[in-house]
């Protein structure tokens, strides 16, 4: 049975660094590109950032790049999203989720075959 659990959201002050953490099964996970996502209320899900399968190819929106770093671990099947600089603007559900046609260079949702329930993420004082 396919299954994502993300974790690592939470409340942070403006400045402050959160890990994200996408742990994935029942499908052969170093095949798939692996993208995160974000849906803020009353917003469409964005595309944050993706890493190809054997993390060659990265993305990063220009709205987080500097900020946010994308990584994986095949051996543990899982994917990350390192956070850090955190700003009210990026509050949001984030959610990862799964691409056969890998991250190259860019980041659509339709691309995506399989996806995570998402974490809170929320950048408050």
């Known amino acids: 049975q396919l299954q994502f659990v993300e974790s690592g959201g939470g409340l942070v002050q403006p400045g402050g660094s959160l890990r994200l953490s996408c742990a994935a099964s029942?499908?052969?996970?170093?095949?798939?590109?692996i993208g995160w996502f974000r849906q803020a209320p009353g917003k469409e899900r964005e595309g944050v950032s993706c890493i190809s399968s054997g993390a060659a190819s990265i993305y990063y929106a220009d709205s987080v790049k500097g900020r946010f770093t994308i990584s994986r671990d095949n051996a543990k099947n899982t994917a990350y999203l390192q956070m850090n600089n955190l700003e009210p603007g990026d509050t949001a559900v984030y959610s990862c989720a799964a691409s056969s046609i890998g991250c190259d260079g860019t980041i659509a949702l339709d691309e995506y075959d399989y996806w995570g329930q998402g974490t809170q993420v929320t950048v408050s004082s």
């Open positions: 029942g499908f052969t996970f170093d095949d798939y590109g």
